[in-house]
């Protein structure tokens, strides 16, 4: 505890000390850089420490810091159990690396923002993430909680110049809103039910059957709409894109997140739910899993592509959250354990690779100046780092074996089984349709990475032709490799990617530790070692079978070094005007498998295609339409837009009526006072 | 299919023996190499149409290949050098295992046609490991008909560039040896080793199915004079 708080003031100084020194970019940027190291080190500390403690000790009293009477009701109460500690765990190792990148990235920044005040408030909403992690009282909480949309609001909005920046930031914020509104009226029953908003007490409290479901519902819609479940998800495919690189990846990794841990704290609190929750949720997350990558398929621009990827990894968390409250219902405690410790270690997975994956992205954003994936190509011979550490990303995402996503999903399959074995006729169906989904997911965003990275970084750069004449190549001056700054951080989260592939023992146990305070039980020692132990065997297999193929490639590579190459261009069937624009593109790739889902979303392809035998200028685009943005949310906003003006009249703009409605407004308490 | 087997069992073997045994006899009609006793002047294998309207002489003869364009050239002076078989490194790599990529670069489609009967039971190309692909990436060489027109010339130099190394090129026809009847044309060129080096000239309009065999088996060392 006392390493988390000097981590804590460690960054409330520096952002001071940021804030202060602001009209010099180089120290503000240095003391930036060097106090988030050492916070983020203390922070994973003390994270670490509670974690590794061998016995679980329920009641953390010895580790809690409060001030008392702070605020009516509230009280600045932290301490951190091992959820908590978990998600620190992945909190400050993503936002390290973050942090380095986002320094890296803006050091080159020439426009007209103040890069200081990026970097105090990226310090700030550390600080408010910690608080929202390690909150003990309701109120503190909440309070955090606001601070910390309102914090990414400003973040993401740092190229507030363009239009599309600016409505992404208020999608977000008003749809985060509409989620805390939630929030507090659930709250507040459980408030009122315990009689205390601190935690410990809720969670001391027996809440009825029904008061459980109800604040199920609100939890769900609230905390729904941070995780981006679908259909709440609209703001999640807008704002990703918009922020600049390294908030993407927070945003994406962390922020997302929190909506799963304030899903897992109420869990944590209330315990006991009708089954039916849990199904709702296991449904919802199938929904979310497989419309998540099938929006995916339908991208063209590379951020957005990820930003519906988080949806679908969301999905998978869920399916893992799901099937543990339908254990747990059930009474089936073993379905419950398994199940919550593979959405626990799926969230930490998914936070280091999609924060590789985003900060990979970045650099090629950064390099190529557009994040239309059209428009790239070729980049593996200019970019190798990027290029490598992107793959690494994009086969842990796939859950492919000796990367660290196949380790959570393997858990998560494994709880699904479970249930198939422990549960009746009725858990069965949902636990084996629930793996149909899973599998679904798993082939699809095999085949969206596939195409990332093939678009991105293989064939050759497609917009050579366009920009540089017709044999004009983008030359190799103008696109080069980040330096350290940006490198170092994505290379610290490929090797925890591929250590948590490898090595997957701890990790593993440090989702057991969080586990144990989600359902406040103790994990019977035998029911870790069957799970950990035929992990650890296929892993060795694997990595066995990871060697000879290693070794293979590299016979292969000297048995040709003794070979001349010879380089010609592509076989084209004698074509003689070959472009690089001939060749796969995001749209084209995906389309196939698009048409096969048509009737699931909304899949449009504009333009037509000629018959003629000399076809003359036509154009085609395909585009994907998310069903819940523009047939749900979209009406609803019409609609309400349009009363909304109805009464516009009371706004008038006078100052005179707004003295008459102060006035009227205290003739009415003086009346209400007088009855 | 049971129909086809029904009718192949019933035919029976239909494969000439040849090169192991003599080749059938070819009919009176057919006009292969030339008979040069008697004439006077030379004679251009590469640019003569083996008409019948002409004052030439022809024999009975079908082998004709060579692997220089002026061994084409028939001379009182002194025999004709037929095809060589090719060195050994190159025999050890396409010996057994020959995969041709066809071009036709502004042919008529008779020497496709005939290239084509070599690929039917009676001669059966591929027992000798010899086999068309559909891509030069695939391919060992390729075969060229036509004269080699000015709209295919880069289609071919780029069919000629993907083909792996070490690669062989056969002309086939009057045409893609000189540009035949063609010649004089400026559309087209004169002679297909002016573009690219030949491995194996192989004359006819078109050439017969016996000639273009022979070359191809003496090329690879299994025919030798």
């Known amino acids: ?675 | 299919m049971l129909k086809i087997l029904k009718t192949r069992f019933k035919q029976g073997c239909r494969t000439i023996l040849f090169p192991k045994a003599k080749a059938p006899d070819l009919p009176q009609r057919y006009r292969g190499r030339p008979i040069i006793a008697g004439q006077n002047g030379s004679i251009d294998l590469g640019k003569i149409f083996f008409n019948p309207d002409s004052d030439i002489v022809y024999s009975n003869d079908y082998s004709m290949a060579t692997s220089k364009r002026e061994d084409l050239v028939l001379s009182q002076e002194r025999e004709m050098a037929l095809a060589r078989a090719l060195n050994e490194r190159m025999l050890k790599i396409f010996g057994r295992s020959l995969k041709l990529r066809q071009v036709s670069a502004g042919g008529c489609n008779a020497c496709e046609l005939d290239l084509n009967v070599l690929n039917t039971p009676v001669f059966d190309l591929s027992r000798f490991g010899i086999q068309f692909v559909a891509s030069p990436r695939h391919a060992d060489g390729i075969v060229v008909t036509g004269p080699v027109s000015r709209n295919m010339r880069e289609a071919l130099l780029k069919t000629y560039e993907a083909i792996p190394e070490p690669k062989l090129v056969i002309a086939l026809g009057g045409c893609a040896i000189s540009g035949g009847i063609f010649s004089d044309s400026p559309q087209a060129s004169h002679g297909l080793d002016t573009i690219i080096p030949v491995d194996l000239f192989i004359p006819g309009c078109p050439p017969h199915p016996l000639t273009t065999l022979d070359g191809l088996l003496r090329l690879l060392g299994r025919i030798s004079s």
């Open chain 1, 1 to 675: 505890m006392a390493l988390l708080l000097i981590s804590l003031s460690i960054l409330i100084i520096s952002s001071l000390l940021i804030l202060l020194f602001c009209r010099s970019k180089e120290i503000s940027a240095c003391v930036f850089l060097w106090s988030l190291v050492a916070a983020c080190g203390f922070g994973l500390w003390s994270a670490l420490s509670v974690l590794c403690q061998k016995a679980m000790s329920l009641p953390l009293t010895g580790v809690d810091f409060r001030v008392h009477g702070t605020i009516p009701l509230g009280e600045f109460y932290i301490g951190i159990d091992a959820l908590s500690a978990f998600f620190l765990l992945l909190f400050f190792i993503l936002s390290l690396a973050a942090g380095i990148y986002g320094y890296g990235y803006l050091r080159d920044y020439t426009g007209q923002r103040n890069t200081g005040v990026h970097f105090a408030l990226y310090h700030l909403l550390i600080i408010v993430i910690t608080l929202v992690l390690v909150a003990k009282n309701a109120v503190l909480f909440l309070v955090a909680w606001e601070i910390m949309t309102f914090v990414s609001y400003f973040l993401i909005t740092f190229y507030n110049e363009s239009e599309s920046v600016r409505k992404a930031g208020y999608l977000y914020l008003i749809s985060t809103h509409v989620g805390v509104f939630c929030l507090l009226v659930m709250f507040l029953i459980m408030g009122a039910q315990a009689g205390s908003m601190n935690f410990d007490q809720m969670t001391a409290t027996q809440f009825p059957l029904a008061l459980a479901a109800l604040l199920f519902m609100l939890a769900f819609v609230g905390f729904g709409i941070k995780a981006g479940f679908i259909p709440f998800h609209i703001w999640l495919p807008h704002a990703h894109p918009a922020a600049p690189t390294h908030i993407s990846a927070l945003l994406s990794g962390v922020v997302v997140k929190l909506g799963i841990y304030g899903l897992m704290r109420v869990m944590a609190i209330v315990k006991d739910f009708p089954l039916w929750c849990g199904v709702l949720l296991l449904i919802m997350a199938a929904i979310s899993g497989v419309g998540g990558v099938l929006y995916a398929l339908g991208q063209h621009e590379i951020k957005k592509l990820l930003a519906y990827h988080s949806i679908e990894n969301i999905g998978i968390i869920t399916l893992g959250l799901g099937i543990g409250m339908i254990g747990h219902a059930y009474h089936q405690e073993t379905v419950a354990f398994i199940g919550y410790a593979g959405a626990l270690l799926h969230t930490f997975n998914h936070a280091v690779f999609k924060g590789l994956l985003f900060l990979s992205a970045g650099s090629v954003i950064h390099c190529t100046h557009t994040g239309d994936m059209d428009h790239m190509g070729g980049l593996f011979k200019l970019l190798p780092w990027t290029g490598h550490l992107f793959l690494i990303g994009s086969l842990s995402i796939c859950g492919l074996p000796l990367f660290n996503g196949f380790i959570s999903e393997w858990l998560v399959y494994r709880a699904l089984l479970e249930g198939v074995f422990h549960l009746d006729v009725f858990g069965i169906i949902f636990s084996s349709l629930a793996i149909v989904a899973l599998a679904l997911v798993g082939g699809l965003a095999a085949l969206c990475f596939t195409k990332a990275f093939g678009v991105i970084f293989l064939g050759s750069n497609k917009s050579s032709e366009g920009h540089q004449g017709k044999e004009g190549r983008l030359s190799n001056i103008d696109i080069k490799e980040g330096d350290l700054m940006l490198r170092g951080p994505m290379i610290l989260l490929a090797a925890i990617c591929l250590w948590g592939g490898l090595f997957p023992a701890n990790m593993v146990y440090f989702a057991f530790q969080g586990t144990q305070a989600i359902t406040g039980l103790q994990i019977p020692f035998v029911l870790k070692e069957a799970v950990i132990n035929p992990l650890l065997s296929a892993t060795r297999v694997l990595s066995f079978g990871g060697v000879i193929f290693s070794v293979l490639a590299l016979v292969r590579d000297f048995l040709v070094l003794h070979y001349p190459v010879r380089l010609t261009e592509t076989w084209s069937c004698g074509y003689v005007k070959l472009s690089h624009r001939m060749q796969y593109t995001a749209s084209s790739f995906a389309r196939p498998i698009l048409k096969i889902f048509r009737s699931a979303l909304v899949f449009r392809v504009e333009g037509k295609i000629s018959k003629e035998y000399f076809p003359a200028w036509t154009s085609l685009k395909s585009s994907v339409k998310d069903v819940s943005e523009s047939l749900l949310f979209r009406p609803l906003f019409y609609v309400i837009k349009k009363f909304s003006r109805k009464l516009k009249w009371i706004q008038s703009g006078h100052t005179q009526t707004y003295i008459l409605y102060v006035f009227l407004f205290l003739v009415i308490l003086l009346v209400w006072k007088l009855i």
